[in-house]
T-cell receptor, first 117, second 114 residues
């Protein structure tokens, strides 16, 4: 089955460490996203990319960076992790095209739970 | 960007009763309103959606209604079952940024009591 895969699924790290979360997809979608989920705050968009050469900041991009290495790969980095970046991170893809037939349904990965001590 | 508010944050119902979750949005140009269900420890998945040219859409026990004038939409679950227990997120496709991204509400934790 075409899917969205995230690694690692769980990570515990210390303040100040550099962390990379990786996402790969076999859905063939151009659009990829990184969301952060915190209890009571829902899903907030960190960064999104519409193709390999396109990177855009979302609602809460401070402290994060991303890299779109290929159509199928989109990684999220925390250059110097801090405790308030402890959260569940989701990668997602969609095939939305303005004016096109698709609705832009988001297909999420299984999530990466990050704990910063 | 778009601002989506969702209520209530928690909801408990007896099995067989109905559940209603409500959302409001701020961007009058928003045209697509999906609902995602996230079971415990799982990823969010789309369960139903509605476009702005439709007032209501139904799929078996779930339905979504949209009031564009008031800028609010609701999820209705009838004859609830224990497997409906999950966190539900509404979302709105906002055009304010020009990117047509989805903005999510803060979620409703639904518990269906057997």
């Amino acid at each position: 089955d075409a899917d969205v895969t995230q690694t690692p699924r769980n990570r515990i790290t210390k303040t100040g460490k550099r962390i990379m979360l990786e996402c790969s997809q076999t859905k063939g979608h151009d659009r990829m996203y990184w969301y952060r989920q915190d209890p009571g705050l829902g899903l907030r968009l960190i960064y999104y990319s519409f193709d390999v050469k396109d990177i855009n900041k979302g609602e809460i991009s401070d402290g994060y960076s991303v890299s779109r290495q290929a159509q199928a790969k989109f990684s999220l980095s925390l250059e110097s992790a801090i405790p308030n970046q402890t959260a569940l991170y989701f990668c997602a893809t969609s095939d939305y095209l303005a004016g096109g037939p698709g609705t832009g349904e988001l297909f999420f990965g299984e999530g990466s739970r990050l704990t910063v001590l | 960007g778009e601002n989506v508010e969702q209520h209530p944050s928690t909801l408990s119902v007896q099995e067989g009763d109905s559940a209603v979750i409500k959302c409001t949005y701020s961007d009058s140009a928003s045209n697509y309103f999906p609902w995602y269900k996230q079971e415990l420890g799982k990823r969010p998945q789309l369960i139903i959606d509605i476009r702005s040219n439709v007032g209501e859409k139904k799929d078996q026990r779930i339905a979504v209604t949209l009031n564009k004038t008031a800028k609010h939409f609701s999820l209705h679950i009838t004859e609830t079952q224990p497997e409906d227990s999950a966190v539900y997120f509404c979302a709105s496709r906002g055009r304010a940024t020009g990117a047509n991204n989805l903005f999510f509400g803060t979620g409703t934790r639904l518990t269906v009591i057997p």
